[in-house]
């Protein structure tokens, strides 16, 4: 048996086993396995198997000089910190939970409707999957789900895309979004050329990430999934399966934090040294946003909402009225420490009825804002 054969029975193992255990529960013990049996032979669990530190040095050298960085490496040095600041038009944990805030270059905008005069943040009235692009502030209108950009100062908004679009995702000047007019595949489209759009995946999508010419995505059967952007040649692009049974996922500077029912694990971008990171009461709990700066979790169990860090055994409850009836999106953190979300009523989850809130800090015991 070859290498490739040994991996494919091995591959097919592990999902026997989870299948046997049932239920929607997160592959942490068989992922464990085959990260074992995977170094045992020299080979990582993920991508690109095991680079050597100096490869993966000048991978940093390179992003630092060209601006080109490939996903495996964010988690080398500050790389996760100056691409999720510098590349991406919002916090990238941000726009996976909602994108709801911006916190950028100084600007304070938000999508939600009620907002304290006290904050400091202007209004876009129904704007998600806030992006900041040059001069331009991109974002989906949760109104009639067009994707918009509003200058900077004036906030006047011009329409960019007419379709129904869901999570949008701004890098450089492409605005990558879920595209519903195409079965939920992930498109892209230009500032300077909004008209034209292409499809850069070839199944349906619920979320996504993009680093330089790659992506992250969660498609329909939640499973986590990673792929170029682009081929030679014109060559079919083959998507590899980084773990199943995954709910939502966040990054941070050390890798991905997945989510999957009871249980948030975490491992690295390269795929392994899966790590159990909190496990919940609640067969149904969520993870609600990921501040990764401080390896914080926002988590919604036995209906209320917490804080937890990553590793930590128990839950901090968060002070936040009205979780019976309302959902917590979009956590941030502010240079000055400060936590924000957005609240929208449960069964209308857009910023029509939503209400921009504060915590305090994630060292002090903050308030909500109501």
């Known amino acids: 048996m070859n290498k490739k054969e040994y991996l494919k029975s091995l591959r097919a193992q592990v999902t026997d086993d989870a299948s046997r255990q049932g239920g929607r529960k997160l592959l942490k013990s068989s992922a464990m396995l085959l990260a074992a049996a995977l170094a045992a032979i020299g080979i990582g669990m993920g991508i690109t198997g095991t680079d050597s530190h100096a490869q993966r040095?000048?991978?940093?050298?390179?992003?630092?000089?060209?601006g080109e960085l490939s996903y495996e490496?964010?988690?080398?040095?500050?790389a996760f910190a100056s691409w999720n600041q510098k590349d991406v038009g919002n916090d990238v944990d941000a726009l996976l939970a909602g994108g709801r805030i911006l916190l950028r270059d100084n600007l304070r905008v938000t999508g939600a409707s009620a907002v304290p005069a006290e904050s400091g943040f202007r209004q876009i009235p129904d704007a998600s999957y806030l992006n900041l692009v040059g001069n331009a502030i991109v974002y989906r209108s949760d109104k009639d789900r067009h994707i918009y950009a509003a200058d900077r100062d004036s906030l006047q908004s011009r329409l960019l895309y007419d379709g129904n679009a869901g999570e949008v995702f701004c890098v450089g000047t492409r605005v990558y979004f879920i595209d519903y007019d195409a079965g939920g595949v992930v498109s892209y489209l230009d500032l300077a050329a909004p008209s034209d759009k292409k499809a850069v995946t070839a199944e349906g999508v619920s979320s996504f990430a993009v680093c330089g010419d790659e992506i992250l995505y969660l498609n329909a059967a939640h499973t986590l999934r990673h792929a170029a952007l682009s081929a030679e040649n014109g060559a079919k692009i083959h998507p590899r399966d980084l773990m199943q049974r995954v709910e939502r996922f966040y990054l941070y500077d050390a890798g991905i934090v997945a989510e999957s029912r009871d249980t948030v694990a975490s491992f690295t971008m390269q795929g392994d040294r899966v790590q159990r990171r909190y496990r919940s009461t609640d067969g149904d709990m969520q993870v609600a946003g990921f501040l990764p700066r401080q390896q914080l979790l926002l988590i919604r169990e036995n209906g209320s909402y917490a804080t937890v860090r990553m590793g930590a055994a128990q839950a901090q409850p968060l002070p936040f009225d009205g979780a019976?009836?309302?959902?917590?999106?979009?956590?941030?953190?502010d240079e000055a420490g400060?936590?924000?979300?957005?609240?929208?009523?449960?069964?209308?989850?857009?910023?029509?009825?939503?209400?921009?809130?504060?915590?305090?800090t994630a060292?002090?015991?903050?308030?909500?804002g109501r």
């Open 324 to 333: 019976d009836t309302r959902t917590l999106t979009s956590l941030v953190q």
């Open 338 to 360: 400060a936590i924000y979300g957005v609240a929208c009523a449960k069964k209308d989850t857009s910023s029509r009825a939503s209400e921009l809130v504060g915590f305090g």
């Open 363 to 368: 060292e002090t015991d903050g308030k909500a």
């Open 73 to 78: 490496y964010l988690d080398v040095k500050d």
């Open 57 to 66: 040095n000048s991978a940093y050298e390179h992003y630092q000089q060209s």
